[in-house]
C-alpha cells in the first residue's frame, strides 16, 4: 500500500567499547595473526568517501558502533534502526548532539551511527543514545521489490528514483553473489553482508559511503542465491584481513533483476556523504 503510515520508535542504545577476548589475535587469510584495529567502538579519522582499503583497520566504521546490554533489547536496536534516522546524544560530553544512523553490523550486532568529527571526539563508550527509528515495514518503488534498513526520506540520498516502472538507481560496481562472504544465511533486517573483495580487482575505488549492486542475491529475508535477483546496498564499513570478510554493505532493497535499471558509474559514482545524510536526520518528523 502507498498510502500506508509508519510508526516511529524510541530506541535506547549505549556507544559500543569495542571487545578483544583473552587472546587479541586474529588470522587473515594468508594464515598470519594479527589484532584488529577499530572493529567496534568510536572511531576516528574515518569518514564517508575515504576507501575501504585505505586503513589498516578491521571491519572500521565510520562513526560510533551502538549496542544494548540485553539480548532482546539488543536485536531489537539493530532490527529497526533504518539508515537516516536521528541519532540524539542524552548524556557526556557530547549530550544534545545529533548524529545519523548509517546502517548495521551483523557481528556483535552493531547498528553504525554517523556523527561531525568535533562530536565523536567528545563520544565515550557507554554514552546513552537515542535513535527514533522509522522505516522497517515501509512500502517500497515496486511491489515485487522488499525493502528495507533505510527511512523513506533516505532514499533519495542514494539516488534512487523509479523511471518507466523501473527502479533506476546508479553504483559504483555491480559485483556477483560469489563474491559475498559473511552474512549469507543471516536475516537482512539485522546484518550486513561482506564483500570478498580486494583493491585491485572489481572493487578498486570502492568508498565507505557507496552504493553497490549485487547479481543473484535474495536478500528480502535471509540473504541467499537465487538466480535473476539483485540486491542494492550501502557500504558501511571497511575491509577486514579475515577469510570471507571484507567491506560490509546493508542492504536496501531487493527483487527481481528485472525490476531494476542499474547504472554503474564506476569513478563518477558520487556515494552517500557525511553532510547530506546528517541533514536527513536532522529534518526527521
Known amino acids: 500500500m502507498s498510502d500506508v503510515k509508519l510508526v516511529s520508535v524510541n530506541l535506547l542504545a549505549f556507544v559500543d567499547q569495542g571487545e578483544v577476548g583473552t587472546d587479541p589475535y586474529r588470522i587473515d587469510r594468508d594464515g598470519s595473526p594479527y589484532v584488529a584495529v577499530g572493529d567496534g567502538g568510536v572511531v576516528l579519522g574515518l569518514r564517508l568517501g575515504d576507501s575501504v582499503f585505505a586503513h589498516a583497520g ?10 544494548h546490554p540485553h539480548d532482546d533489547a539488543r536485536r531489537a536496536l539493530v532490527g529497526l534502526a533504518c539508515l537516516g534516522n536521528r541519532v540524539t546524544v542524552r548524556t557526556g560530553d557530547a549530550i544534545g548532539a545529533i548524529g545519523a544512523v548509517l546502517g548495521k553490523r551483523g557481528g556483535g550486532e552493531r547498528v553504525i551511527a554517523v556523527f561531525a568529527p568535533e562530536v565523536l571526539v567528545r563520544l565515550r563508550p557507554n554514552d546513552q543514545v537515542a535513535i527514533t527509528s522509522r522505516g522497517q515495514g515501509a512500502p517500497s518503488p515496486r511491489s515485487d521489490v522488499i525493502q528495507m534498513n533505510i527511512a523513506p526520506q533516505a532514499r533519495s540520498l542514494l539516488g534512487i528514483e523509479t523511471k518507466d516502472g523501473l527502479i533506476t538507481v546508479g553504483v559504483r560496481t555491480t559485483l556477483p553473489n560469489r563474491q559475498v562472504g559473511n552474512g549469507i544465511g543471516r536475516p537482512m533486517a539485522m546484518w550486513d553482508v561482506d564483500l570478498q573483495v580486494d583493491a585491485q580487482h572489481s572493487a578498486a ?9 549485487i ?27 579475515q577469510p570471507g570478510h571484507g567491506p560490509g554493505v546493508t542492504i536496501v532493497l531487493s527483487g527481481p533483476a528485472t525490476s531494476f535499471l542499474v547504472h554503474d558509474e564506476g569513478a563518477q559514482h558520487q556515494g552517500l556523504t557525511e553532510e547530506r545524510l546528517l541533514s536527513i536526520a536532522g529534518l526527521e518528523d
Open 215 to 241: 547479481t543473484d542475491l535474495d536478500a528480502r529475508t535471509n540473504a541467499g542465491y537465487r538466480r535473476g535477483w539483485m540486491s542494492i546496498g550501502v557500504v558501511v564499513h571497511g575491509a577486514s584481513p
Open 58 to 67: 578491521d571491519h572500521a566504521a565510520p562513526g560510533a558502533c551502538l549496542v
Open 205 to 213: 575505488g570502492l568508498c565507505l559511503g557507496d552504493v553497490v549492486a
